[in-house]
Every structure is written in C-alpha cells, then in structure tokens.
C-alpha cells in the first residue's frame, strides 16, 4: 500500500454531532488498522476523551492532542512530546483573555481548571467523560507550565483577540481557531502539521506515505505536511480547502467509508 500512516480530526471529521462516530466508519477505520496501516487520532481535544475513542478503534500507536501540544501511547503509557506553554507569557495571555471580558480556561496534567462555570462547559465535561477544577484566581493557579489556554466567547471578541496575541506575543505563540466562538493558544512549536511530522519520523514513516484527514482551520497545519492531504467538508474556510490535496463531497452520507477504501486500494 503506498500509504503507511492515517491521521484523522476527531470533531467535524469522524465524530459527528451526537458526539461519536458511526458504525461504517468504525469498521472502515478498523479495516485499515486489520490490513497494517498505523492510524492516528489528530485533535484539539484532551489526551483522556481522546484515547477513549482510540481504544474503542483498536489504535494502538501515539495520538497527537491538544493541537498538536501533545503526543501520547493511545493506552497510557511515555509521551513522546510535549510541548508546554512558559509559564509568564501563559498568565500574560490569561490576563488579555479576561480583560476582554472573555471565558478563559486552561489544561494542566490532563485536567481543566476554569473560574466560571457554564451550561457549554459541563455539556463539554459530560460528553467527554472529564472532571474540571473550579478555581477563583486563574493566574495565582497557574503554578506550573500549562499545556494549552482556551478562549470563548462572541465571534467579534475572537477575531479581535486573535489579532492582539499575534501583534502582542509574534512567534512566541502558536493560536489557532477550531470554531468561531473558540480560541486555542499553545507552545509556538505545537501544531498538528510538527506533531505529524515527530511521529511519522518516530515511526519510520516518510513523509509522501503520510495522510492527513480533517476539516478545519487547526487542521491546515497536517494538511499541508502531509503526503496526502484530505479537507472533508467542502463548506469549510478556504484556507483549509486550499491546503488539501482531495476535497471530499460531504453530501455523500457514506464519504469518509469511500476515501477510506481509495486509500486501502492504493
């Protein structure tokens, strides 16, 4: 097979709405695993939800989390990366995400610490099997260096504090938007497309036999480094379609299944 290693986006890709991912693209995916291609889960998201849903695949190699922050064993075991925000410029960003009148929380050791509960964030803890750490001071909490900030709030307010961290922090940061209302500030070396690329080399893996399979603006990274690149929703930003190598028709219920079953005939 020409292709040798399969990182997929978790939200948006393979997980669909009701918040897991369907039995055809299950199979699919064990498919390819069965006939000895490595896949890995590519995602914003923590390192616990994500290994849930690598077991339940039967992945067995690293998954990169956290936007690429961090690369873990899917059943626990050595990090391989870890890429942790410097502690001062961390409080620096929290600061600006608050005098913004913005939500803000952080991760630390896998845990989420917040200042302000909401319905979305317990809905988030819910549907991701976590437990979250209610502090009152988010800056005096942060006494280790975190692996990744978060930001919520109105699309405006995003676009606007994006733009403050770039002129403010210039490389010392890597921000990233997954969603409109939602702003992920990590390590300047993190990202999906440097966390593909230390894994593939970690694997023996060259990078023209590396796919990358996502839909959003955190994906572009991979999508670009990747050998095969592959945006799954024609409606997303152009910038991620102009990234991939293969836009998928997303009218077809059953596409990921197809591209899946391409790549296993190559």
């Not at 978790?10 to 490595?38: F, K």
């Not at 988010?138 to 006494?143: E, H, P, V, Y």
């Not at 490389?171 to 070396?189: D, K, M, Q």
């Not at 990358?212 to 480094?225: K, R, T, V, Y």
């Amino acid at each position: 097979m020409k292709y040798k290693l399969i990182a997929l986006d978790l939200d948006g890709t393979i997980v669909h709405e009701d918040g897991d991912i369907s039995a055809v693209d299950r199979e699919i995916i064990q498919r390819a695993i069965g006939a000895g291609i490595m896949v890995t889960i590519a995602t914003g998201r923590m390192y616990r939800p994500s290994a849930h849903f690598a077991r339940e695949l039967g992945i067995k190699i690293p998954l990169i989390c956290y936007q690429g922050s961090l690369i873990k064993d899917a059943w626990g075991g050595k990090e391989l990366w870890h890429r942790l925000l410097p502690l001062q410029i961390a409080r620096q960003v929290i600061g600006i995400i608050r005098r913004m009148s913005l939500l803000s929380y952080f991760y630390l050791d896998d845990e989420l610490y917040l200042d302000e509960i909401t319905e979305r964030v317990e809905a988030y803890a819910r549907r991701n099997h976590i437990e979250y750490r209610l502090v009152n001071d988010m800056i005096a909490s942060l006494i280790k260096r975190p692996t990744e900030i978060v930001a919520r709030g109105e699309p405006e307010k995003i676009a606007r504090l994006v733009l403050e961290l770039e002129a403010e922090f210039n490389s010392r940061l890597l921000v990233t938007r997954s969603l409109s209302t939602f702003c992920e500030i990590g390590h300047p070396r993190s990202g999906k497309g440097k966390a593909l690329e230390h894994l593939a080399r970690y694997l023996g893996v060259e990078r023209d036999q590396t796919v990358a399979i996502g839909d959003s603006m955190n994906d572009i990274s991979m999508l670009q480094w990747a050998g095969l690149g592959i945006a799954m929703d024609p409606n997303s930003p152009r910038q991620v379609l102009d990234a991939a190598d293969w836009v998928v028709d997303r009218d077809n219920g059953d596409s990921f299944r197809l591209i899946m079953e391409k790549l296993l005939d190559m």
